[in-house]
């Protein structure tokens, strides 16, 4: 399985969002601080979205320390790139967690620091704010509306 991983990272880094989800099972559940959890179609869109956003951008993402079993692995991973809505830089750095089932992922858990990208993203009030519920809530609810925005757009 950490062949899965390293392709799912490897088509990242190319922004090849369908190698990506061709990882996933259609059962997918996703889940990381900014979009939440995500089920099924919804997680594979995320990853749609957020490659077709980056086209054309300086992106880049670097994966590492790639390690799996038939049922349970995990990566490192950093993502570097500019907010579109701050045009701040941007270097998230993330663990991943993942489950298997079928041959595919089905379970993939991003881990990172929301407060450390709120400050990276948007500044001061990131600084300020990143670290509360009250920011992850409506972080999430901006994400949420982004890509239902997407879905509505590829129908």
């Given amino acids: 399985m950490q062949n899965l991983i390293e392709t799912f990272y490897q088509s990242f880094a190319k922004l090849d969002a369908e190698a990506m989800v061709n990882c996933y099972h259609d059962d997918i559940t996703f889940e990381d601080p900014a979009f939440g959890v ?12 957020l490659c077709e956003s980056q086209k054309g951008q300086n992106f880049i993402v670097e994966s590492s ?16 790139y500019i907010f579109s809505k701050t045009g701040r830089k941007v270097h ?34 990131g600084m300020l704010l990143g670290g509360t519920d009250f920011f992850k809530k409506k972080l999430n609810s901006q994400t949420a509306k982004l890509l239902a925005d997407f879905e509505k757009k590829k129908q």
Avoid: P
């Fill in 92 to 125: 998230n750095i993330i663990d991943a967690t993942f489950e298997f089932k079928e041959g595919k992922i089905i379970k993939h858990t991003d881990h990172f620091s929301l407060h450390k990208w709120s400050k990276q993203a948007l500044g001061v009030i």
């Fill in 65 to 80: 320390n790639i390690i799996a079993d038939d049922a349970k692995g995990r990566a490192h991973w950093e993502a570097h």
């Fill in 38 to 49: 995500l089920k099924g179609e919804k997680a594979k869109n995320m990853w749609r979205m």
